[in-house]
Structure formats: C-alpha cells, structure tokens
C-alpha cells in the first residue's frame, strides 16, 4: 500500500511560482511513474505531469509545457511539481498519483494510488 500526501498550495498572483511536494509513504516500485493531475470547479480531473520512476522520463499537458517541471528524489520518495508563470486558468486542486507498476500515462483511471488534494489559487 502506498500513501501519497501533497504539500505546497496557496494563493499566489498572476505570473508568480510555487512548488508541489507529494511524499510517498511505501514502496514506490522502480518501473512504476507518478503523476500530478488538477481539478478545477466544474471540471473533470485533467492531466498535468507524469514522471517515471525507472529513469526519470516526463511528460506534459500542452498548456504546461514550459512553465512547469515535474521532478523526483528517489532517496526522500517524493516527486515535485515546480510551477512558474501561473495563470489564473491554472486554478485547481491539484492531486498527485502514483501506478504500482507500469510507465508514464496521462490517464487517471490507471492510476492506482492518489493523495488527498492541495488547493492552488491564481489570482488575476
């Protein structure tokens, strides 16, 4: 069993940065990814960023592509999302998910464990 907790939301002005941490709790086995995904009112969860675990291999949603990185500490189990030049549309709460096994998705239905949801607010 693994538990993800995120870490790092708030409000912040547009433009501005913040960064995400979700900490696993478990064994993060080494051919299985992590992603970050957001939920905004009134909207389906959405795809942000997925990294695996094996080799540390990213992928994006289009719109973050540039502004955002997501990254890994093998050693603390725990995976970042650094966000910059935040827009108001990137208002959400954002969870972070981890597969048991397998490699990068954009799909939220494959992953098996998530978090609990950190709010982040971009004010215009």
């Known amino acids: 069993q693994v538990q993800l907790v995120e870490s790092g939301g708030g409000l912040v002005q547009d433009g501005g940065s913040l960064r995400l941490s979700c900490a696993a709790s478990?064994?993060?086995?080494?051919?299985?990814?992590m992603g970050w995904f957001r939920q905004a009112p009134g909207k389906e969860r959405a795809f942000v960023a997925a990294i695996s675990w094996n080799d540390g291999s990213t992928r994006y949603e289009g719109s973050v592509k540039g502004r955002f990185t997501i990254s890994k500490d093998s050693a603390r189990n725990t995976v970042y999302l650094q966000m910059n030049s935040l827009k108001p549309e990137d208002t959400a709460v954002y969870y972070c998910?981890?597969?048991?096994?397998?490699?990068?998705?954009?799909?939220?239905?494959?992953?098996?464990?998530w978090g609990q949801g950190t709010q982040v607010t971009v004010s215009s």
């Open positions: 998910a981890a597969r048991r096994t397998g490699g990068l998705s954009s799909w939220a239905n494959i992953y098996d464990y």
């Open positions: 478990g064994r993060i086995f080494s051919n299985s990814a």
